[in-house]
């Protein structure tokens, strides 16, 4: 069945007699084109979401992390974020573990199903 596809695939291209060479390319832009809208773009608009919020972060605001800790943003770096998850309890956990705002729905999904 794929030898198939593959084959009507590559038919498509197949120069005609006063054919122009150019069509031989036309599946395979249309095979990157297709990819490009349904995959790539919506994943590009989705990482540049979870940037913005990344940045906007700022003290006490109460987050939760991807692996389910809550707690209260005690200190912010570049790459890290010290979290206060109880009285005299604080971690530090990776800016990119941060998967939202209590209370509102999560920005970055939980990588466990």
Not at 33 to 57: G, M, T
Not at 62 to 76: E, R
């Amino acid at each position: 069945m794929m030898m198939f596809a593959a084959n009507s695939l590559f038919a498509m291209g197949m120069l005609a007699e006063g054919g122009s060479p150019l069509l031989q390319v036309v599946p395979f832009v249309l095979i990157f084109a297709i990819f490009y809208f349904i995959i790539l773009l919506p994943s590009k608009k989705k990482q540049q979401k979870v940037q913005e919020f990344l940045d906007n972060l700022k003290v006490n605001d109460k987050v939760i992390t991807t692996s389910g800790i809550f707690g209260q943003i005690m200190k912010l770096d570049d790459q890290s974020v010290q979290l206060q998850v109880a009285d005299k309890i604080n971690i530090k956990v990776s800016r990119a573990a941060i998967g939202g705002i209590q209370g509102q729905p999560p920005v970055v999904e939980s990588p466990n199903p």
